[in-house]
């Protein structure tokens, strides 16, 4: 039986979500927050969501190559 908690971290709705929330995050910790934990936090914030984006492209361009050729 496959496990659920693995494969949901990876799942395309989780990681748009982390792409949004997080990258909402740190513009907002940016504006509302001064000095360090202004930067500490919207790197942090920013370093998650652009991972959640590149496992996306990378999710996207692995499932584009395993694609059947047309015709066969």
Known sequence: MPNPLKSLPSSRPVLWFLVLFNLAAAVA?????????????????????????VSLVLRRATQTRQLPAAGK
């Open 29 to 53: 910790a940016g504006l509302a927050l001064h000095g360090a934990q202004q930067l500490m936090t919207s790197a942090g914030m920013g370093v998650v969501a652009l991972a959640a984006g």
